[in-house]
T-cell receptor, first 111, second 113 residues
Framework: KNQVEQSPQSLIILEGKNCTLQ??????????LRWYKQDTGRGPVSLTI?????NTKSNGRYTATLDADTKQSSLHITASQLSDSASYIC??????????FGAGTRLAVHP | DAGVIQSPRHEVTEMGQEVTLRCKPI?????LFWYRQTMMRGLELLIY????????DSGMPEDRFSAKMPNASFSTLKIQPSEPRDSAVYFC???????????FGQGTRLTVV
C-alpha cells in the first residue's frame, strides 16, 4: 500500500535552534517528493521538490534530503525563527502521477 | 501575478443546499488541482485538470461532487446536495508542469450545518 508517514506528529523548539522532520514512504513507483509549509489558515507553500537522483536540496534555511534506497526524506530547519511555526507536509508522487500526502508535522517555535 | 485566487474564502450553508467553489489559476499554468483538507484526513487530492481537461477524478468522494474547467482561467467545484461531512477547507492549486511545484490558493473554508 502506498503510504507516506511523517514524524514527529508535533514538535516544539526554541527560537534559534535547529530541527529535523522525517518522512518515510512506501510509494512505488516513485516520481518525486515535495515538502510544503502550511501556515495556519493559509494554503500550502512549496519548499522543495526532489527527484530520484537528487540527494539534497536547499531553500534558504530549509534543507531537504532524500535517500531513495531507504525511502526516507528529511527536512532540516536551521536557526529556527518564530515564522517557521507551521505544518510541514511531505508529498510523494507515485505511479500515474498520483499524489500521496503525509499527515504533516506541526512545528511550534517558541521565543 | 496575484497567485491562485479562490472564492469565497468562507462559506456556511445548510445541509442539502448546493455549494459552488471557484478558482482562478495562475495565468499560463496548464495544471489545476482541487484538494480537500480536514483534521482527520489531512490533504486529499480530489481532481486535477490539464489544459482544461479532467485527467484524474478518482479522489472525488461521490457523485455529489463535480468539477468543471470551462476555460484556462476558471474552474468550479460543486457539491450538490451538501452534507455536514463535506465541511472542510477546499484548496485549489495550479502548476506549469505536472511535476513542478504547485502554487496553492488561500482556500475556501466550507461549513455545512
Amino acid at each position: 500500500k502506498n503510504q507516506v508517514e511523517q514524524s514527529p506528529q508535533s514538535l516544539i523548539i526554541l527560537e534559534g535552534k535547529n530541527c529535523t522532520l522525517q518522512c518515510n514512504y512506501t510509494v512505488s513507483p516513485f516520481s518525486n517528493l515535495r515538502w510544503y509549509k502550511q501556515d495556519t489558515g493559509r494554503g500550502p507553500v512549496s519548499l522543495t521538490i526532489m527527484t530520484f537522483s537528487e540527494n539534497t536540496k536547499s531553500n534558504g534555511r530549509y534543507t531537504a534530503t532524500l535517500d531513495a534506497d531507504t525511502k526516507q526524506s528529511s527536512l532540516h530547519i536551521t536557526a529556527s525563527q518564530l515564522s517557521d511555526s507551521a505544518s510541514y507536509i511531505c508529498v510523494v508522487t507515485g505511479g500515474y502521477n498520483k499524489l500521496i500526502f503525509g499527515a504533516g508535522t506541526r512545528l511550534a517555535v517558541h521565543p | 501575478d496575484a497567485g491562485v485566487i479562490q472564492s469565497p474564502r468562507h462559506e456556511v450553508t445548510e445541509m442539502g443546499q448546493e455549494v459552488t467553489l471557484r478558482c482562478k489559476p495562475i495565468s499560463g499554468h496548464d495544471y489545476l488541482f482541487w484538494y480537500r483538507q480536514t483534521m482527520m484526513r489531512g490533504l486529499e487530492l480530489l481532481i486535477y485538470f490539464n489544459n482544461n481537461v479532467p485527467i484524474d477524478d478518482s479522489g472525488m468522494p461521490e457523485d455529489r461532487f463535480s468539477a468543471k474547467m470551462p476555460n484556462a482561467s476558471f474552474s468550479t467545484l460543486k457539491i450538490q446536495p451538501s452534507e455536514p461531512r463535506d465541511s472542510a477547507v477546499y484548496f485549489c492549486a495550479s502548476s506549469s508542469l505536472q511535476g513542478a511545484l504547485a502554487f496553492f490558493g488561500q482556500g475556501t473554508r466550507l461549513t455545512v450545518v
